[in-house]
Structures are given as C-alpha cells and as structure tokens.
Nanobody
C-alpha cells in the first residue's frame, strides 16, 4: 500500500533553513508526480510545490526563490529545501501523491519559524 513519511521539521529562527524529506513506498515512485502542501494555524491546506515525473516544477508565489523541491528516484524520496524562512511559513507540511485515482498524504511534519 502507498505510504508517505515526512521528516525534517522543527523549530527554526526567521531567516533560517530546513530540509524536509518524504520517503515513499508501495508504488512506483518514479512514475508519479509528487507535491508538498502545508496547513498553517487557522488556514486552509495549500499547495507549496510540485514536481512531475520528468522534473517539471511549480511553486506557490509565496515561496518562489526561497524553497526548492527535488526528488531522488533511486531513493524513492522527495525533498523540500526551505531557505530564508519566515514566521508565515509556520505550518504542518504534508507530502502528497495521486495514485490509482486517489490522493495519498503523509502524517505531516511541523515547521515552526519563531525567534
């Protein structure tokens, strides 16, 4: 069965960096697009970044120039490098894929940006 496990979240000061990872299993990772979403306190879940099977990338305007999404098909893992973090980036970050006509989500990893 499809499993997505996020890691790498934590508490960081404004201007700092974090690297999130999403370890995938239960499906042919290289054959599916992958995405990062986030949900801040009192906010709707929103798309942060996505990457297709052939490496095409899309970012939310709020993170362009600061975040970088990537994938390693040999390791069945997706990453999100987050630089110049701001307090408004505070959220639970979720890994997502769409397999067999349904969405799958990880359990999420908390990112808190605060001084």
């Amino acid at each position: 069965q499809v499993q997505l496990v996020e890691s790498g979240g934590g508490l960081v000061q404004p201007g700092g960096s974090l690297r999130l990872s999403c370890a995938a299993s239960g499906f042919t990772f290289r054959s599916y697009g992958m995405s990062w979403y986030r949900q801040g306190p009192g906010k709707e879940r929103e798309l942060v970044a996505s990457i297709t099977t052939d490496g095409r990338i899309n970012y939310a305007d709020s993170v362009k120039g600061r975040f970088t999404i990537s994938r390693d098909n040999a390791k069945n893992t997706m990453y999100l490098q987050m630089n110049t973090l701001k307090p408004e980036d505070t959220a639970v970050y979720y890994c997502n894929t769409f397999v067999g006509f349904r969405h799958y989500w990880g359990q999420g990893t908390q990112v808190t940006v605060s001084s």
